[in-house]
């Protein structure tokens, strides 16, 4: 089997926890996908005159598909990127303004529940009742990524032939350059940033079910964010009296240029939790974490894309 043959579909459930049947139209373009399958096994630890033990029991089962996207407009504004449903699974909103710009934003209440599959030249590996969680890796002179994680309440491993008649989207992905980087007011050089929106996906049981849940939801996020911008003096930044004071400031930065291309990331209250010293290149350096914060709620992070 060659790795290179992959394809990942995912598609929202009509009814929840309901496996749904992929079409061509559902392929999306990825990379490094890994299915993991996860089944309860109980032992038996029963008493006999001999030491072998006994087959245990497979009880409660679950899987996650994780996989990466590059992070990209659809390369016409107002039309949704192909890792809109992706997003949308993580506990997203989506808002479209017609030929203008698509924005996505957390959500506290109706998100959807997917079928993941994945098929990796022959095999096709599905779950279903799934939601996810996503990071966005921004490192300079490189393309977004998205690296997403689902989990889904159900698997299925058979062979099946891969999709066809697929057609992807061929917008090229913009680089981390040229990106009007301000956090809290300050044009900070780094060379990375990082947010998790770190939602917490709780399985929900239920013995009714062959694999004993209904479904997947996500019932908490903690967003957090890490930057690693070189070390100023206090008189130009003050990293140090922000992190004391619990200060919270805006964060910005762009992505792309062309119209239909164009990613801006928002952060109303990015608050710093911890730095640590690190060197770049030999340049003094900050490792620092921060959490985003709510300012009226479901708004603490925006991918606008236009």
């Known amino acids: 089997m060659l790795e290179s043959r992959t394809q990942l ?14 079409e061509n139209t559902d392929a999306v373009l990825h990379r490094n996908a890994k299915f993991i399958p996860d089944i309860a096994m109980t032992q038996r630890d029963m008493r006999s005159s001999s030491l072998s033990q006994f087959s245990a029991v497979p009880g409660k089962r679950q899987a996650a598909i994780e996989f ?7 390369g016409s504004a107002g039309t ?15 808002t479209v303004d017609t030929g203008v710009s698509v924005t996505y934003t957390p959500a506290s209440s109706s998100i ?11 095999i096709l590996h599905k779950i279903w009742g799934a939601r996810g969680t996503v990071k966005l890796i921004l490192k300079a002179g490189e393309p977004g990524i998205l690296s997403f994680s689902f989990i889904g309440a159900d698997f299925s491993a058979t062979d099946v032939a891969l999709l066809s008649g697929c057609s992807y989207d061929s917008t090229l992905p913009p680089a981390f350059l040229s990106a009007q980087l ?3 007011s300050y044009a900070a050089l780094l060379s990375s940033l990082e947010i998790d929106i770190a939602n917490t996906l709780a399985l929900r049981e239920d013995a009714n079910k062959e694999s004993g849940h209904y479904s997947t939801i996500i019932s908490k996020r903690m967003p957090v964010m890490s930057i690693d911008p070189e070390k100023v003096l206090v008189a130009t930044y003050d990293f140090y009296g922000k992190l004391r004071s619990g ?19 928002t952060a109303p209250k990015v608050q710093y939790t ?11 350096t900050l490792g620092i974490d921060c959490q985003l914060n709510r300012s009226s709620g479901d708004d603490e992070l925006s991918l606008a894309f236009t």
């Open 9 to 22: 579909a995912i598609k929202v459930e009509g009814t929840e926890g309901s496996a749904e049947a992929p």
């Open 68 to 74: 990466e996207m590059e992070l990209k407009g659809s």
């Open 80 to 94: 949704a990127p192909e890792s809109g449903i992706c997003l949308k699974g993580c506990g997203f909103t989506e």
């Open 112 to 122: 959807g529940s997917y079928t993941l599959l994945l098929y990796e030249d022959g």
């Open 182 to 184: 301000t956090i809290d």
């Open 247 to 265: 200060n919270e400031g805006a964060l910005s930065t762009v992505l792309g240029g062309t119209a239909g291309n164009i990613c801006t990331i």
């Open 274 to 284: 911890k730095i640590d010293e690190a060197e770049r290149e030999g340049i003094r």
